[in-house]
C-alpha cells in the first residue's frame, strides 16, 4: 500500500494533531542538541584508499568494572568451559570456517565463486583451531568509518560505533579481548537461547519465573496451561494425538530438535528431567536458581527469528527469521487457559501469520532513563504510529552488519537491545520504577553481550539442491559489475552511490571482487552490507522508517537502549537515524547482507514479496497471495478437518527453485466473511483493480500514520477456524504491506535475473 502523506491529507488530521499539540504544548524538559553530522565525503587528501580507522584507546577495568566480564567465566553459576588449548577438534565448530582469517589452502582470490562463509562472524571463525588465550583479531565492521567506500564499487554510509569505549559509564562489559573470553560468553549466550537448557531465558522473565522485576513470572504459562490448549481450538472433547505436532503447526514454530521438555498430566518434571513432552523451539520450560526445572513455560525469541525446511540432512534453521509463527493466534488460544499476559492480544502483535510488530520500540522509548525528552518529542511518540508489519532479518548476517534493524536504527555493538524481549518486564519503564527497573536492567547490561555474541556466530544453511555453476559464473559477473543505470537501460529510478550493481548495496562476495580494490578498500570486508538506501531509489513501503520519526529517535537518546552515556560522543550509540547523527544521509532501508538468502524467502523488511524472482521482475510480483500449507493431519473422526496446519516447510514438496521461494496461491478480491480482516472487497481491496487502494483504507492509512497503538487494535478479534486460515493471506493492499519498491530491477532481462538468483543460491 502507497504511504499516505499528511501534507496530501491535512483536513483530515490536522483538527485531532492541534488538540493533542495544545493538550502537551508545555516548556521541554530536555537541553539543545548538538549538531554534529556524519557524511560520505571524499577524505581531504587526494587519495581515494581509505585507511581503517585507528583502534580505540583501551579502558583498564577497575575491580568492580571487571565483576560483570568475570561473570562469563563463572557462567552466573553454571559450569563453564574446561579451555580448548587448540590441539585436537575445535568443539566449538561442527567444520572448518572460511572467511577472511580461515582461507583454505585451496583459495582463489581471482574466482568467480568460492565456499562461502555463509555468514557468521569472522572474529569468532578466526578462533577455529586456536587456543583460549589467542588475541582476537580486528572487527571488519569497525573499518567501517567514513570515507572508506569513497570511490569504490561497493558504497557504505550507515558506519560502526563502539557503545563500549567506557565500560564504567555504560556499565557493561566491552568487547572480548581474546578466544577463551569470547567462547565464555558463546556458551553463556546458548543457555540463554536454547530451550530446556540451564540459564534459558523467556519472554519478559528473564531467566527466573519468580522475581519481582519480572512480575512473579506473568508472561509465562503453567505446564496445565499449556496442556489445556486445544480447549480453544473448538470441538475437541479430549486432548488429541499427536498434540505436540499440532501445537507446532498450528502455532507456527517447528518442533526443536533437541530436547525440550515439559511435564505431562501427572508428571513431575524433576522426577521425570522436565517430563516427557516436547515443546516447539518457540516455547522452553524454565529452570530455577539451582537448575532444577520450574514447570513455568516461557515464549523464545525463536518464536520470531527461527523457521524450518524440511530436508535430508536439514530440519530448523536458527537466526532465519521466522516466516511461519502467529503469535496472537497463540495468545487468543492462551486468554480462556488463564495466561494472563493474553491480554496483550488487544494490542495485536500481527494482522497475520508470518509477520510480527516486535520493532514497535516507539512505546519502550515513552520511558526515559537517565534526563527527560521534551514535550514536543512527547506528541512527536504520539504522532508516531505504528511500524505494523514487518518480516524479521536473519540474525546469521549480523556478523556483517555495522548497524541493524530494517532501517539501520542502531549499532550493532549495542547488544541490550537484542535483549529486550528477555528483559523482566519492569525493567522496560526506564526509570520510573526505581529498583524494579533497575534490576530488569541490570539483567539487560549482563545478559546483552553473551546473547549477541551466540546471535553473531549462526551460518547460512547450504542451498540443499543442485546448482548450475556456469550460470552461477555468469550470475556472479551481473551481480558485481552490472550497471543497472547504465545508457542503454534507462532506468527511470534515481541512482544510487557505488557503481550501479547488486554489490553496489548488498556488499561483494566472489573473490574476484572481495580482492579488488576497485571495490572493498580491505578484502575482510567480504560481505559486509551498510548502505541505508534513500527511500527515493529503494522506494519499498515507508512504513517502518516514518513511524521511527525525529521525535521518537530523539527520545530514545535518553531511553535506557539508547545508550545514554555515550550521548554526544563519538561513539554515540542512541538511535542512529537521528538528525544530528545521520547529518545529510537521507532515510530509507539498509540493504542487508544476502548470505542463505534462498533460506529467508519472503522478501523486503515486511515480507510482502513470496519469492526472489518476482523481487527482481516486479511486473510479477502477487497483490493478495497465500503460502501453501502442509498437508493436514488426521483428526479425531468426530471432528474431521478441524485442524489448522502451518506453511509447508517441505523443501521438495513446497520450495520452487525457479523461482527461489516457497510455493504460493493468488488470492482474487472475491468476497469471503463478515469477519474477514483479509479480503473483503471495497474495504481491503478493489474488485475492479486489484493494485488500487480503496477509499477506506487511505483513511485509515491516515490514523495509523499518526496515532500511536491504533493500527495494533483495529483489527477485528480472530474467533473461526476460517479466520485463523485467512490470517494465513497476504494483502499487500493494507497498511505497511505494500509490495512496492526494487523497482530499478525492471531494466533486468529474465535470463539475467535467472543468472543472479542462481548466484545467490551459492552464498
Not at 577497575?62 to 562469563?72: F, G, S
Not at 528477555?422 to 547490561?445: H, K
Not at 538506501?533 to 521525535?551: C, M, Y
Not at 526472489?612 to 497465500?626: A, G, Q
Amino acid at each position: 500500500m502507497k504511504k499516505i502523506t499528511l501534507q496530501t491529507m491535512i483536513p483530515r488530521w490536522k483538527a485531532l494533531t492541534m488538540l493533542v499539540t495544545a493538550i502537551a504544548a508545555t516548556p521541554g524538559c530536555g537541553g539543545g542538541e548538538s549538531a554534529s553530522t556524519a557524511t560520505d565525503s571524499p577524505p581531504a587528501s587526494s587519495t581515494t584508499q581509505a585507511l581503517p580507522p585507528s583502534s580505540q584507546d583501551k579502558v583498564t577495568l577497575t575491580p568492580e568494572q571487571a565483576a560483570p566480564r568475570n561473570a562469563y567465566s563463572a557462567g552466573e553459576g553454571k559450569t563453564s568451559s574446561s579451555g580448548y588449548d587448540g590441539s585436537g577438534s575445535d568443539p566449538y565448530h561442527d567444520e572448518p570456517p572460511v572467511n577472511v582469517y580461515n582461507r583454505p589452502a585451496n583459495y582463489d582470490p581471482y574466482a568467480l565463486l568460492g565456499e562461502s562463509s555463509r555468514g557468521g562472524w569472522a572474529v569468532w571463525d578466526f578462533c577455529y583451531g586456536k587456543p583460549d588465550e589467542a588475541v582476537l583479531p580486528q572487527d571488519p565492521r569497525s573499518m567501517i568509518q567514513p570515507g572508506i567506500s569513497y570511490g569504490k564499487a561497493v558504497h557504505f554510509n550507515a558506519h560502526w560505533k563502539n557503545c563500549h569505549v567506557d565500560p564504567e559509564a555504560v556499565q557493561e562489559v566491552g568487547n572480548a579481548e581474546t578466544c577463551g573470553e569470547l567462547r565464555e560468553r558463546f556458551e553463556w549466550g546458548g543457555r540463554l537461547l536454547t530451550g530446556g537448557s540451564e540459564g534459558v531465558g523467556a519472554l519478559f522473565a528473564g531467566t527466573d519465573p519468580y522475581t519481582l522485576e519480572g512480575a512473579m513470572g506473568i508472561s509465562t504459562l503453567t505446564a496445565g496451561q499449556y496442556r489445556r490448549l486445544w480447549k480453544s481450538w473448538g470441538r475437541y472433547i479430549a486432548q488429541p494425538n499427536n498434540y505436540d505436532q499440532r501445537v507446532a503447526e498450528r502455532y507456527g514454530s517447528p518442533i526443536s530438535d533437541t530436547r525440550n521438555p515439559y511435564p505431562l498430566a501427572g508428571e513431575d518434571p524433576n522426577k521425570t528431567d522436565g517430563g516427557s513432552g516436547q515443546l516447539p523451539l518457540m516455547f522452553t520450560q524454565m529452570r530455577l536458581k539451582d537448575g532444577s526445572w520450574s514447570g513455568r513455560i516461557g515464549i523464545t525469541c525463536h518464536a520470531c527469528h527461527s523457521g524450518n525446511v524440511e530436508h535430508e540432512g536439514m530440519g530448523n534453521t536458527l537466526g532465519s527469521g521466522s516466516p511461519l509463527a502467529d503469535l496472537d493466534l497463540f495468545l487468543r488460544d492462551a486468554l480462556p487457559q488463564g495466561y494472563l499476559a493474553s491480554v496483550a492480544t488487544l494490542a495485536n502483535l500481527s494482522h497475520g501469520r508470518g509477520t510480527n510488530n516486535a520493532s514497535d520500540v516507539n512505546l519502550a522509548f515513552f520511558f526515559p532513563d537517565e534526563g527527560f525528552y521534551s514535550a514536543r518529542d512527547f506528541v512527536g511518540l504520539l504522532n508516531s504510529g505504528s511500524t505494523a508489519s514487518m518480516d524479521t532479518p536473519a540474525w546469521w548476517n549480523l556478523g556483517h552488519r555495522p548497524v541493524k534493524f530494517a532501517d539501520g536504527m542502531f549499532p550493532a555493538d549495542a547488544p541490550r537491545i537484542d535483549q529486550v524481549f528477555y528483559t523482566p518486564i519492569f525493567g522496560l519503564f526506564g526509570s520510573v520504577l526505581g529498583p524494579l527497573s533497575e534490576a530488569g536492567q541490570d539483567y539487560m547490561r549482563k545478559a546483552g553481550p553473551p546473547i549477541n555474541a551466540w546471535i553473531e556466530t549462526l551460518k547460512a544453511p547450504k542451498y540443499p539442491a543442485q546448482i548450475n555453476t556456469a550460470l552461477a559464473e555468469q550470475g556472479a559477473i551481473l551481480f558485481h559489475e552490472l550497471d543497472m543505470w547504465g545508457p542503454d537501460r534507462s532506468n527511470p529510478v534515481d541512482r544510487p552511490q557505488g557503481n550501479g550493481s547488486c554489490a553496489s548495496c548488498h556488499g561483494a562476495y566472489s573473490p574476484r571482487y572481495v580482492n579488488d580494490p576497485n571495490f572493498l578498500a580491505d578484502p575482510a570486508l567480504e560481505g559486509v552490507a551498510s548502505y541505508i538506501v534513500p527511500q527515493r531509489i529503494i522506494g519499498t513501503d515507508a512504513v517502518r522508517w516514518e513511524t521511527n520519526n525525529e521525535s521518537m529517535q530523539r527520545a530514545g537518546t535518553v531511553n535506557f537502549f539508547g545508550y545514554p552515556p555515550t550521548k554526544g560522543t563519538e561513539n554515540d550509540c542512541g538511535p542512529q537515524n537521528q538528525e544530528r547523527l545521520r547529518g545529510d544521509r537521507e532515510l530509507g532501508y539498509l540493504a542487508p547482507p544476502l548470505y542463505g538468502a534462498w533460506a529467508t524467502a519472503p522478501y523486503l523488511h515486511n515480507g510482502a514479496i513470496p519469492d526472489m524472482w518476482s523481487l527482481l521482475k516486479p511486473e510479477d510480483r502477487p497483490t493478495i497471495w497465500r503460502r501453501v500449507s502442509a498437508p493436514k493431519m488426521k483428526n479425531p473422526w468426530y471432528n474431521n478437518g478441524n485442524v489448522v496446519m502451518g506453511f509447508d516447510t517441505n523443501f521438495e514438496r513446497a520450495y520452487d527453485k525457479n523461482k527461489m521461494g516457497w510455493k504460493y496461491d493468488e488470492i482474487q478480491c472475491e468476497w469471503r466473511t463478515w469477519w474477514n480482516p483479509a479480503v473483503t472487497p471495497g474495504y481491503t481491496c478493489d474488485p475492479n483493480d486489484e493494485r488500487n487502494t480503496p477509499l477506506a483504507q487511505e483513511i485509515l492509512g491516515v490514523l495509523f500514520d499518526n496515532l500511536i497503538l491504533v493500527w495494533n487494535i483495529w483489527a477485528p478479534p480472530t474467533i473461526t477456524n476460517a479466520q485463523v486460515e485467512d490470517r494465513k493471506i497476504y494483502n499487500t493492499i493494507l497498511y505497511s504491506q505494500g509490495n512496492e519498491g526494487h523497482e530499478f530491477n525492471s531494466v533486468l532481462t529474465d535470463q539475467e535475473r535467472l543468472a543472479i538468483m542462481e548466484y545467490l543460491k551459492t552464498l
